[in-house]
């Protein structure tokens, strides 16, 4: 049996004040919001990609945050972003969410921009995995990272008994071809509703949402339709609000995380900003 509960997490964002300090308080303050709204698992530090932007000392402090809150429901499950450009500082981060036995799992990325070879991310992947000592769901994201795990690598990395999952965010067109070498318990992550809908149909069995920070009772509804009938009806009010949640800014002016947080703050409830060049406009790029 796959020992997390939850098929569906949402990942939220991370808050930062006016001068980009990290805001762990106001973070798990959203993540207490949805609680109450009915969301029981959480991926912090993760799929919005602010991760990279935070020192390994601020990931401590977030865990540690995390980890002393009192708030969370006992049926609650919470994952961490685990990845780095340096390895020794991944496995730190690991050595330390080893120590605290509220956080349920880690999501396992690969460094970005380095593009590793399959060896060298086998081996990193191997290294984190055995330190976190945690059940792991690996993030597969080349468009983003430059690296694409193979599906040889990942029958290797399966074999961990701590390897739960897949998070695939590139060839969603392979999947019903590697499932059936994988645990029947192996589940596959969507990241993001966008094409949710084919991808349930092609096999993925899970859902790390960004929409569900925005409308997390429709989330939940459209979740458990989707994953008990494979198929939902997308002309639904809940749905069509849940695609717009997730498509982020209609004019295209600013990227999602920004548009995002300005969703999530009102009047007396500012949710913060985005470490710069997120949110940035072009006047303030300008240096007269």
């Known amino acids: 049996m796959n020992p997390l509960t939850h098929t569906l997490h949402v990942a939220v964002p991370t808050a930062f004040n006016k001068n980009e300090g990290l805001d762990s308080q106001k973070t798990i303050a959203h993540m207490l919001h949805l609680q109450d709204q009915g969301i029981r698992s959480f991926l912090v530090c993760g799929s919005t990609g602010e991760q990279h932007s935070l020192s390994l000392e601020e990931k401590n402090d977030l865990v540690d945050a995390l980890a002393s809150e009192t708030m969370f429901a006992h049926d609650t499950e919470l994952l961490f972003g685990v990845a780095g450009i340096r390895y020794q500082d991944t496995q730190k981060l690991a050595e330390h969410i080893a120590q605290i036995p509220k956080i349920a799992g880690i999501v396992l990325g690969f460094p970005p921009y380095l593009c590793p070879t399959q060896p060298e991310a086998l081996a990193y992947a191997k290294g984190v995995i055995h330190t976190a000592n945690k059940p792991v769901i690996l993030y597969n994201n080349p468009r983003r990272t430059g690296f694409d795990l ?78 008990e009938s494979k198929t939902l009806d997308p002309h639904t009010p809940a749905w069509l609000r849940i695609t717009a949640a997730a498509a982020g800014d209609p004019t295209h002016m600013i990227s999602y995380l920004p548009w995002l947080k300005q969703q999530l703050s009102s009047p007396g409830s500012d949710f913060g900003v985005c470490r710069a060049p997120l949110g940035m406009t072009s006047s303030e790029g300008v240096d007269l």
């Not at 589940?187 to 929409?211: D, H, P, T, W």
Request: a negative charge; hydrophobic letters at 40%.
């Open 150 to 227: 193979h599906d040889d690598s990942l029958f290797d990395l399966a074999k961990e008994p701590l390897v739960v999952g897949l998070k695939e965010a590139g060839d969603i067109q392979r999947i019903p071809t590697i499932k059936p070498h994988l645990s029947p318990d192996f589940r596959f992550y969507a990241g993001g509703e966008q094409g949710l809908i084919e991808k349930v149909q092609l096999g993925f069995g899970g859902l790390s949402s960004m929409a569900g920070n925005l409308c997390p009772q429709e989330i939940i509804d459209c979740w458990q339709e989707l994953a």
